[in-house]
């Protein structure tokens, strides 16, 4: 009997279904590099939901389609998960990227009124809507780079009126923008000027007023551990509070320095324990034994020219969970590719194609709870895709510049086509 569905999506030249490991949960070591590589292939879908994979012939002898879609000649994923942005800026800052390329460190970009507080200041003057409007726009760009599934830090208003303002920009732009997204409270990302001299005193009012307050506003709360910003037991006791509100933990943990971030993220259960360019010994045996996703974010490296990337080879061999994201922000890594970040994880992580889409899918949508929901092409699962104009899967971090991604399907529903002039018909649906 043939069954009828919304929608085929037909004659994909290699679909990545990730279905050979299981539906939920993360992969690890060897079980990364299983991707369920279907040659043309399709996908039927009900209801915004995936129905079945296999070969074109045999989807189309069993389902009856009201539309149908022909891929012919692309390379179709699992939608990306970008599991680590910080979209919510109103001003970027080019200006401080070409003082860094000229020499200047941390320091100096800061005394010339650059870094985080410059973000802060132009956020602060923003408007509610004018600062939706920005987080709108950049969350489009994430769709038209394949990206399905986001997750979107606040941390740029560092006060309460400020990161308030901050979540409900990016509440409000995700009621406007197709994406699936969760929300991350990080007013512990820096000290704000009003409070350089009493530290202490900011993490009472992140702890006792902000959290509290703005905790109905977000999904998870995150902090900058690190030494010079917050100090091991600050970090501790704005997680604590986190917790005791309902939120889930994130942690910027072992980025520029060993603090034990990796592991103090572990002791708290955290979903992510994120940068780790510095991580221990201890923190990736504690990674390797936890459900902690270790999310690596070489993009941030790579633009600010520093030479300690995260050690993926041992902690992929050790057995903790990785995945991959862009950290898009307009100080350290101004990209919404998640393609080029896999560039980046091959050539210096030294990862393979397997493993970058396994990190950029399944393993990120466990950190954000949503591996039931996205990550594979399970039956049951959003029909989220990423159709990509590369020649084969294995061309997954071998083809980087530009944008590959031909299309973006949410649901079930094109969200966005990147239609090159060789061939306009190829997006034209069939009855």
Known sequence: MVATVDRLFVHCRQLVTLT??????????????????????????????????????????????QAELDLSGFVV????????????????????????????????????????????????????????????RHLWGFAAHGTTTIECKSGYGLSLADEEKSLRALQAAAARAPLTTKRTFLGAHEFPPEFRADRDGYVRLLCE???????????????FAEPGVFDRAQSQRVLAAAKAAGLRLRVHADEIQPMGGAELAVALGAASADH?????????????????VGVLLPGTIFFLGKPHYAPARRMIDAGCAVALATDFNPGSCYTQSMTLIQTIACTQLKMTAEEVITAATINPAFS????????????????????????????????????PVAMTVKDGVPIVANVTERDPDWFAERP
Not at 389 to 402: E, L, R, V
């Open 209 to 223: 007023q902000m959290i509290p307050q703005l905790a109905p506003l977000a999904d998870y709360c995150d902090v």
């Open 368 to 403: 954000l709870q949503l591996d039931a929901e996205v990550g594979t092409l399970h039956p049951g699962k959003r029909a989220d895709l990423c159709v990509l104009d590369i020649p084969s899967w294995q061309a997954i971090g071998y083809a980087f510049g530009g944008n």
């Open 77 to 136: 994923l699992p939608g990306f998960v970008d599991c680590h942005t910080h979209p919510a800026f109103a001003a970027t800052r080019e200006q401080e990227f070409h003082m860094r390329c000229a020499g200047a460190d941390y320091m100096a970009i800061a005394q010339a009124g650059g870094g985080i507080l410059s973000s802060m200041r132009a956020v602060r003057a923003a408007s509610l809507a004018d600062l939706t409007d920005a987080v709108e």
């Open 276 to 292: 780790l360019g510095r991580i221990s010994d201890l923190g990736i045996e504690r990674l390797a034994a936890s459900d902690t």
């Open 20 to 65: 050979e490991g299981p539906a939920t949960g993360p992969r690890r070591g060897e079980a990364m590099r299983r991707l369920g590589v279907v040659e043309d292939g399709a996908v039927a879908v009900r209801g915004g939901r995936v129905v079945a994979t296999g070969p074109t012939h045999q989807l189309r002898g069993e389902y009856r389609a």
